[in-house]
C-alpha cells in the first residue's frame, strides 16, 4: 500500500527525521491560510498523487500544462495561484502513463536553498531477506538515469536482521553520500532513525529523494515515498487509515474486499485461475498465442462459490474485457465451486462476452455437468494450451 508524500513526511516526523514544515490542502480556499502558516519567502506547492516524475509531468489544462506539478511560489498569491491551477487538474508524468492522474490533494511546504541533492532509501532485497539501503551522490530528478549512465555511483548493502541497525551502517552511508564532519553524524543519526521507521511501520519501501544539505549545513529530507508490506497492515491500523482509494484501482480495491489476489493488467482477455504459478503461466501462454491478459486473478486454493463469484463479477466489470478464460486445476481447490460461483455471477451480471473454461481435478465431471445443465454458453477446453488458443480465438486476436 502507498501513501502520500505529505503523509510519509509525518511518520518521518513522528521517529525525529528532519522534514521541511508543510501543510496538506484539499479546496483552493485553504491555500491562503496554508502559505500563511508555512510561512515564506519560498514556498513549494506539490502536486500530491502517487507516482514519481511530478515535477516534470505536464497538466491536461492549457493554462498548467508547462509549469509541472511542483512548483516554487514567491509569494501567497502566487501559491493560490498555483493550487487553483493543479488542484483537480490531471497531472501525467512518466509513471502514471497517458491517462494520468487527478491531483485532489496538495502539500505546500516551506522552500529550501539547496547545496547538493543525494538519493537515499530503503527497501526489502529479497535476493538476501535482508532490509537493503540504497544511497548515491546523484539525487534529484534524473536518478533514474544515473542507475543506468553511472551505476558504480550507486552504493547498496544490506543489514543483518539479527544485529539490525549498528554504527557502522550508518558510516557506510555517510561515505556513499560524500559527507564528513558534522554532515557525516547528521546522516550517521539519519541512517538510525529510517531503518527503525523501516521496521517498525513494516514498510515495503522508503525513498528520499532527494535528501538535501541545506544551505544552513542541515540534511533535510525534501521529498519522502513511502509503501507498506500489505500482509503486515493488520498490524497497523493507523497506516491503513492513510489510504487513498482515489489513487487505486476500483477493481483491485473491490478485490482486496474479498481477499482476491488481483492486478489490473492493459489486454482483453480476462483470467480467472486459482494458484500463483498456474495464473502466470496462464498469462503467458495468452501472450504466446498473440494476445494480452486484462488481469492477474488468483482466486486461492480454499475459496469460496460467494469468493468466486465475486472474482468472475470483478473480471467482467472491466469494459476492456472482451473474453474471459477460466483456468482451473482442482487439487484443494475444487471445480463443482468453480462451476456454481460462475453461475451464480452470471446469473446476477450477465455474459456478454465469449467464456473459455477448462476445467481439471477435484469434482472435475461434477463441475462440467454443473456448468453443462446451466444453460451458459460455454466453450470448454481440453487443457490450458488447447483453452487459450479457443479464448484468443473468440475474441478475434488469432
Known amino acids: 500500500m502507498n501513501i502520500h508524500e505529505y503523509q510519509a513526511k509525518a511518520l518521518l516526523r513522528e521517529f525525529g527525521v528532519p522534514v521541511s514544515r508543510g501543510v496538506a490542502i ?98 526489502v532485497d529479497r535476493g538476501s531477506g535482508r532490509v537493503a539501503f540504497v544511497a548515491s551522490t546523484e539525487g534529484g530528478m534524473d536518478i533514474e538515469e544515473v542507475a543506468h549512465r553511472a551505476p558504480d555511483r550507486i552504493v547498496t548493502f ?27 553524524k547528521q546522516a550517521e543519526d539519519l541512517t538510525e532513525r529510517l531503518y527503525t521507521c523501516f521496521i517498525e511501520k513494516d514498510m515495503a519501501l ?43 484501482d476500483a477493481k483491485e480495491i473491490e478485490a482486496s474486499r474479498h481477499d482476491l489476489s488481483y492486478i489490473a493488467l492493459d489486454g482483453r482477455i480476462g483470467c480467472m485461475v486459482n494458484g500463483a504459478g498456474l495464473a502466470m503461466a496462464t498469462m503467458d501462454i495468452i501472450k504466446l498465442h498473440g494476445a494480452s491478459p486484462a488481469n492477474f486473478l488468483d482466486v486461492g486454493g480454499g475459496a469460496t462459490k460467494e469468493k468466486v463469484a465475486a472474482a468472475f463479477k470483478i473480471i467482467t466489470a472491466d469494459p476492456q474485457v472482451k473474453g474471459i478464460l477460466v483456468n482451473i486445476f482442482g487439487g484443494i481447490m475444487k471445480c463443482d465451486v468453480i462451476a456454481e460461483g460462475v453461475i451464480a455471477a452470471v446469473k446476477e451480471v450477465g455474459l456478454a462476452v465469449p467464456l473459455v473454461v477448462r476445467l481439471e481435478g477435484t469434482n472435475v465431471e461434477l463441475g462440467k455437468a454443473i456448468i453443462d445443465k446451466s444453460g451458459l454458453d460455454v466453450v470448454f477446453a481440453e487443457d490450458l494450451d488447447d483453452a487459450a488458443q479457443k479464448i484468443v480465438e473468440a475474441v478475434g486476436e488469432a
Not at 41 to 62: C, N, T
Not at 99 to 115: F, P, T
Not at 215 to 229: H, M, N, P, Q, V
Open 26 to 123: 484539499f479546496r483552493a480556499s485553504e491555500a491562503k491560510a496554508a502559505a500563511k502558516e508555512v510561512g515564506g519567502p519560498l514556498w513549494v506547492v506539490k502536486s500530491q498523487i502517487h507516482a514519481g516524475g511530478r515535477g516534470k509531468g505536464k497538466f491536461r489544462e492549457p493554462e498548467a500544462l508547462e509549469k509541472g506539478g511542483v512548483r516554487l511560489a514567491t509569494s501567497v498569491g502566487e501559491v493560490e495561484d498555483f493550487v487553483s491551477q493543479m488542484l483537480g487538474n490531471t497531472l501525467v508524468t512518466v509513471q502514471t502513463g497517458p491517462a494520468g492522474k487527478q491531483v485532489n490533494r496538495i502539500y505546500v511546504e516551506a522552500g529550501s536553498h539547496i547545496v547538493r541533492e543525494l538519493y537515499l532509501s530503503l527497501l
Open 158 to 184: 544490506a543489514v543483518d536482521p539479527v544485529t539490525g541497525i549498528m554504527p557502522h551502517h550508518g558510516r557506510r552511508v555517510a561515505e556513499a553520500l560524500g559527507l564528513d564532519g558534522d554532515l557525516g
Open 206 to 248: 522508503l525513498e528520499i529523494n532527494p535528501l538535501i544539505v541545506s544551505s544552513e549545513g542541515r540534511l533535510l529530507c525534501l521529498d519522502a515515498k513511502a509503501s507498506f508490506d500489505p500482509n503486515a497492515l493488520f498490524r497497523h491500523p493507523e497506516i491503513l487509515a492513510l489510504r487513498d482509494e482515489s489513487e487505486e
